[in-house]
């Protein structure tokens, strides 16, 4: 067995390899004080086919008796992962998935399972590291290693990883991810920070992501495995630069349209026309065909956007699509709100319940409620497809907790307001910025219920698009 620690926010981390689940292609036990996570990294033997995306999997498996309970309910075991659970596999996704070779198609599944918690060290920061140290030293392909930390700020003092008693009453929980070099995903909370602030705790956070980097190079140097050799399902040349040649043009007159339905067809027509052009030069690249013209797609789009200050329904980088609000639309509910923003529409309402109706959470956290609720459901009508509805997705979830975390801090106290609330967003319409329409029409559901929040909250989906160098910082992003 081998060892490697090091000082994490005054508590030691140790990292350690070849004692548990030793037939993972890469197993690393992340102790942090009381809290101990092991985090498996395992990749098929073959590609899989027919596929143009990267199937990686990550799993976040809570046990009750890492905190000595018992699961509650009738059948006395874990089930499907709670919200907690989720929320925390997404944030140890994002972080992950960049750093993947492009091409690459076979299967890769990380499985971080809490075995043992102490209330002062997160799981969850602890399962992030795990995750990139169990990645670094296996077989599988992966350019980091990455590192996360959690940073808060209590009585105008920033603090690595806080404790839940120190989060409680900080004015900001921030969590960053990234390489020893940049940052790769940032997720927080915050009561009014200003900017300045805000990059302050990234630049913070980021000198003890270095450190932790640093432990696991040092970690791969020695119990490090040889990668694996690996088929990047990837275009020719040959191929691509004559797809690319005879392309450009045509995608460039096809995506130009504000209309998403409208220009969606445009797109698909100029794309079958093209993949016929070269079904006798390449009849069995049919596939490598129509990723190119993805690919080449999006550098038109890129370059649109960069070198002209144009995106595809004409806007210009700082432009905001035409907005509506409206209130009070049901009548025998609380409180309702239509947010509309271009071709983006969600109705929040609200319903408020005694408090005795507030939410019981029966998780790895100590006897814990919540009085304030947003859930935020996607269906598949909202882009005009067909799909089985069953029930919540990880990202329905993991939309609903970011306007929830986005409204919290200007919900009123129980004391001034004790009433439990809920409030659903129903994503009718979707080009783009359908979290960030939930947060809006929350806001207008939350005034129309008479809940007295401190102040209205908005929220704008923010984008950087790079190309041959240049930068234009977009806002209120769509999709194509």
Do not use: W
């Amino acid at each position: 067995m081998h060892s490697f620690s090091m000082q994490l926010a005054g508590r030691k981390l140790t990292l350690e390899v070849g004692q548990l689940a030793k037939q993972a292609h890469g197993s690393v036990l992340v102790k942090y004080g009381d809290t101990y996570v092991l985090v498996t990294a395992s990749v098929s033997k073959q590609p899989r086919e027919g596929i143009d995306f990267f199937p990686l999997l990550v799993d976040y498996e809570e046990r009750l008796y890492s905190v000595g309970k018992i699961p509650g309910g009738f059948i006395k075991r874990e089930t499907r992962p709670g919200e907690k659970a989720i929320l925390a596999a997404r944030l140890i996704d994002r972080p992950l998935r960049p750093l993947f070779p492009k091409g690459f198609r076979n299967d890769v599944q990380v499985v971080a399972t809490v075995l043992s918690v102490d209330q002062d060290n997160s799981p969850e920061m602890a399962a992030m590291i795990g995750a990139s140290a169990a990645l670094t030293i296996s077989k599988i392909p992966f350019a980091g290693p990455i590192a996360g930390v959690a940073v808060g700020k209590l009585a105008g003092q920033l603090i690595l990883n806080p404790t839940p008693g120190q989060v409680e009453d900080s004015d900001l929980y921030l969590v960053v991810a990234g390489t020893k070099d940049a940052i790769m995903m940032v997720e927080a909370r915050a009561n009014e920070v200003p900017e300045a602030q805000m990059i302050e705790a990234l630049l913070f956070g980021h000198e003890a992501i270095k450190e932790l980097v640093a432990l696991q190079e040092e970690m791969r140097a020695v119990v490090g495995q040889e990668k694996m050799d690996i088929e990047l399902r990837l275009p020719d040349a040959e191929l691509r630069q004559a797809v690319e040649a005879y392309a450009k043009d045509k995608l460039e007159q096809a995506v130009r349209n504000v209309n998403k339905q409208e220009r969606e067809a445009d797109i698909a027509e100029a794309e079958a026309e093209i993949s016929q052009y070269f079904q006798e030069a390449y009849p069995e690249q049919d596939k490598e065909v129509k990723e190119v013209v993805q690919d080449t797609l999006k550098k038109v789009v890129r370059n649109m956007i960069v070198a002209r200050d144009e995106r595809p329904d004409g806007r210009h980088a700082d432009e905001i699509r035409p907005i509506d609000c409206q209130v009070g639309l049901l009548p025998r509910v609380h409180g309702s709100g239509l947010f509309t923003r271009g071709q983006t529409q969600a109705l929040s309402v609200v319903t408020l319940g005694a408090m005795s109706e507030v939410q019981i959470l029966d998780d790895l956290t100590a006897d814990e409620n919540k009085r304030y609720m947003h859930h935020y459901n996607f269906p598949p009508y909202s882009v005009g497809e067909t799909r089985p509805m069953r029930g919540p997705s990880r990202r329905d979830i993991g939309h609903g907790a970011l306007g929830e975390k986005a409204l919290l801090p200007m919900i009123p106290s129980e004391e001034e307001f004790p009433y439990a609330i809920r409030v659903v967003s129903e994503v009718l319409e979707s080009n783009g910025s359908s979290s960030q329409a939930s947060i809006c029409g929350s806001t207008l559901a939350l005034m129309d219920a008479g809940v007295p929040i401190k102040r209205p909250v908005a929220g704008i989906a923010m984008g950087l698009v790079s190309e041959a160098g240049r930068v234009s910082i977009l806002s209120d992003i769509q999709g194509m």
